[in-house]
T-cell receptor
Framework: AQKITQTQPGMFVQEKEAVTLDCTYD???????LFWYKQPSSGEMIFLIY??????QNATEGRYSLNFQKARKSANLVISASQLGDSAMYFC???????????????FGSGTRLQVQP | DSGVTQTPKHLITATGQRVTLRCSPR?????VYWYQQSLDQGLQFLIQ???????AKGNILERFSAQQFPDLHSELNLSSLELGDSALYFC?????????????FGSGTQLSVL
């Protein structure tokens, strides 16, 4: 079963507008972390933001914020005031924490390609 | 610059051949992860090492193997290569294996099997 689901293969947004990229996850572990990464056309993977399952507040990092709805198992990324440089692939990822504590690889979703239009 | 170094950046080889991809983690990072990114499979976790020991295996084929050396650099060996092995191979590192620790990725090795 898919652990991370990103249902939007592609998204368009106008420059300076906000955009929400969807991510739902599936886990029975009460302790987990959720991550978002950006992959520009150059190929590198860039960390954007982290949300822990026990965090009371939604994470924010500059123009990035995470809309964390634990009961719905969703962790949507919100990018405010989009810029042309935000055009990239965006990946949601999860790390489960309670069991097998030595095994902590991230599981990634299939990604969303965001294109920012001038 | 993430601080994770991968070499080579590009590799072109033929079916049936063997290649070695190299990764130097960030200074101080003990944990190394290998991922494969292809158009049809997305980002797939292959294998994880922590301080020289294998910690977890993902979707790694038996033709593939890896190791982490005492100086903490890691190598991913791919043998009997097939066309379907063409992909971008990432190495990532983190200090440890804590829940909150983010992975720092290298720029990847683009493997083309012809």
């Amino acid at each position: 079963a898919q652990k991370i689901t990103q249902t939007q293969p592609g998204m368009f947004v106008q420059e300076k507008e906000a955009v929400t990229l969807d991510c739902t996850y599936d886990t029975s572990d009460p302790s987990y972390g959720l991550f978002w990464y950006k992959q520009p056309s150059s190929g590198e993977m860039i960390f954007l933001i982290y949300q822990g399952s026990y965090d009371q507040q939604n994470a924010t990092e500059g123009r990035y914020s995470l809309n964390f709805q634990k009961a719905r198992k969703s962790a949507n990324l919100v990018i405010s005031a989009s810029q042309l440089g935000d055009s990239a692939m965006y990946f949601c990822a999860m790390r489960e924490g309670t069991y097998n504590t030595g095994r902590r690889a991230l599981t990634f979703g299939s990604g969303t390609r965001l294109q920012v239009q001038p | 610059d993430s601080g994770v170094t991968q070499t080579p950046k590009h590799l072109i080889t033929a079916t049936g051949q063997r290649v070695t991809l190299r990764c130097s983690p960030r200074s101080g990072d003990l944990s190394v992860y290998w991922y494969q990114q292809s158009l049809d499979q997305g980002l797939q976790f292959l294998i994880q090492y922590y301080n020289g020991e294998e910690r977890a295996k993902g979707n790694i084929l038996e033709r593939f193997s890896a190791q982490q050396f005492p100086d903490l650099h890691s190598e991913l060996n791919l043998s009997s290569l097939e066309l379907g092995d063409s992909a971008l191979y990432f190495c990532a590192s983190s200090v440890g294996t804590g829940l909150t620790e983010k992975l720092f990725f290298g720029s990847g090795t683009q493997l083309s099997v012809l």
